[in-house]
């Protein structure tokens, strides 16, 4: 265990995952996959013929996980969040229900199981611990300049009247301040974005760095969420070979995938 026993590596039959305790203590369990696992396909996460339907059984086998059904965004770098209100909610798929232009679903059904897939983007979970709301979110880098973390928070406060000093966030590892490298276009993307983005971004040349960790901890501590209540993996996944990376490996890139559903309420 790492990260005052906050997060866990997990190992079952040669796959490697990440878990938030923290979460699985308050009744959200979490996997994050790693590059023992491939979610990548040609054509989206619901076809036919891709070996992420046996990820999936693996996980749930090996984890007894409860989930009567899963649902996953069809990512396309939005700040778009679905609310998962019924088992029908979404379009079918062989083994998941999908929604087009998403990239954060939120929940506060029992036994569902919310998916987001990544490479170097950032794996942002949310636990409204009263309520038993969860969010599970895709924040790119262009995510993370619409605040998408903080827009779930918004629709759980909106819908399930969710206080924010209740939730309860999982950071995953994405890349990081010293490898999430843009030019200036890209920089006065997150200047517009955020009033206080020196405090996050350093200058090297031409270019600049950026925390996307960082930034997205500070976005939802605005809101209200503490600081305790957020664990933040500092792992990276450009220069960590146990990660897929879209920078490390180009056309060649993996992805992982978030999983989250909530345990049996005692």
Same mark, same amino acid.
């Given at each position: 265990?790492?990260?005052?026993?906050?997060? &866990?590596?997990?190992?079952? %039959?040669?796959?490697?995952?990440?878990? =938030?305790?923290?979460?699985?203590?308050?009744?959200?369990?979490?996997?994050?996959?790693?590059?023992? $696992?491939?979610?990548?396909?040609?054509? &989206?996460?619901?076809?036919?013929?891709?070996?992420?339907?046996?990820?999936?059984?693996?996980?749930?086998?090996?984890?007894?996980?409860?989930? %009567?059904?899963?649902?996953?965004?069809?990512?396309?770098?939005?700040?778009?969040?679905?609310?998962?209100? *019924?088992?029908?909610?979404?379009?079918?798929?062989?083994?998941? @229900?999908?929604?087009?232009?998403?990239?954060?679903?939120?929940? *506060?059904?029992? @036994?569902?199981?919310?998916?987001?897939? =990544?490479?170097?983007?950032? !794996?942002?979970?949310?636990?409204?611990?009263?309520?038993?709301?969860?969010?599970?979110?895709?924040?790119?880098?262009?995510?993370?300049?619409?605040?998408?973390?903080?827009?779930?928070?918004?629709? $759980?406060?909106?819908?399930?009247?969710?206080? !924010?000093?209740?939730?309860?966030?999982?950071?995953?590892?994405?890349?990081?301040?010293?490898?999430?490298?843009? %030019?200036?276009?890209?920089?006065?993307?997150?200047?517009? &974005? =955020?009033?206080?983005?020196?405090?996050?971004?350093?200058?090297?040349?031409?270019?600049? $760095?950026?925390?996307?960790?960082?930034?997205?901890?500070? %976005?939802?501590?605005?809101?209200?969420?503490?600081?305790?209540?957020?664990?933040?993996?500092?792992? &990276?996944?450009?220069?960590?070979?146990? =990660?897929?990376?879209? @920078?490390?490996?180009?056309?060649?890139?993996?992805?992982?995938?978030?999983?989250?559903?909530?345990?049996?309420?005692?």
């Amino acid at each position: 265990m790492t990260g005052k026993n906050r997060y &866990s590596w997990v190992e079952k %039959d040669g796959m490697k995952f990440l878990t =938030f305790n923290h979460l699985a203590e308050a009744g959200l369990f979490t996997l994050f996959t790693t590059s023992t $696992m491939n979610f990548k396909d040609d054509k &989206s996460l619901c076809e036919n013929k891709t070996p992420n339907k046996e990820y999936l059984k693996f996980m749930v086998k090996e984890f007894e996980l409860k989930a %009567d059904e899963f649902f996953v965004g069809k990512q396309e770098h939005t700040n778009h969040i679905e609310v998962v209100s *019924d088992l029908n909610a979404g379009k079918t798929g062989e083994f998941a @229900r999908t929604f087009a232009d998403t990239d954060g679903l939120v929940t *506060d059904l029992e @036994r569902v199981c919310l998916l987001t897939r =990544f490479a170097d983007c950032t !794996p942002v979970v949310l636990f409204d611990v009263k309520n038993r709301v969860q969010a599970n979110v895709h924040s790119g880098w262009r995510g993370t300049t619409k605040h998408i973390a903080v827009e779930a928070l918004k629709v $759980m406060k909106e819908k399930y009247n969710t206080n !924010p000093v209740n939730v309860l966030v999982g950071i995953g590892p994405t890349i990081t301040n010293n490898e999430f490298e843009v %030019d200036e276009d890209c920089a006065n993307i997150f200047r517009e &974005s =955020f009033d206080n983005i020196d405090e996050f971004m350093r200058s090297e040349g031409a270019k600049y $760095m950026i925390d996307l960790q960082e930034l997205i901890e500070f %976005d939802l501590m605005k809101e209200g969420v503490r600081k305790e209540s957020i664990e933040t993996i500092k792992l &990276s996944t450009r220069y960590d070979e146990r =990660f897929h990376s879209y @920078r490390r490996q180009g056309k060649e890139y993996g992805l992982m995938c978030m999983l989250s559903v909530k345990l049996a309420n005692k």
